[in-house]
């Protein structure tokens, strides 16, 4: 059985940094493509992040420069270390493993992101 569990989320100031952690299991972590996705009240899920690799990753132009995404294959965990935040990178923060060959999609539950002062 396959399970993504985000953590790290909470209520952070304006300008301050929190890290985010998705621990996987029941897959083979290191064939995934792990990606980092946001929701907001009212508004549709979006990408944040993508990596495939160290040195093959993605951002939407919103995060660029401020948020990193990484992964520790042997810890089948990703994260994403997101700084200088801003009010509206307030929402839920979920974390997505999609396999290319079977197009095999898993959703973590997520984890609150409030900016907030």
């Known amino acids: 059985q396959v399970q993504l569990v985000e953590s790290g989320g909470g209520l952070v100031q304006p300008g301050g940094s929190v890290r985010l952690s998705c621990a996987a299991s029941?897959?083979?972590?290191?064939?995934?493509?792990m990606s980092w996705y946001r929701q907001a009240p009212g508004k549709e899920r979006e990408l944040v992040a993508t990596?495939?690799?160290?040195?093959?990753?993605n951002y939407a132009d919103s995060v660029k420069g401020r948020f990193s995404i990484s992964r520790d294959n042997a810890k089948n965990t990703v994260y994403l270390q997101m700084n200088n935040l801003r009010p509206e990178d307030t929402a839920v923060y979920y974390c997505k493993a999609f396999l290319w060959t079977t197009r095999m999609t898993y959703w973590g539950k997520g984890t609150l992101v409030t900016v907030s002062s």
């Open positions: 990596i495939v690799s160290d040195d093959n990753t």
């Open positions: 029941g897959l083979t972590f290191r064939s995934y493509v």
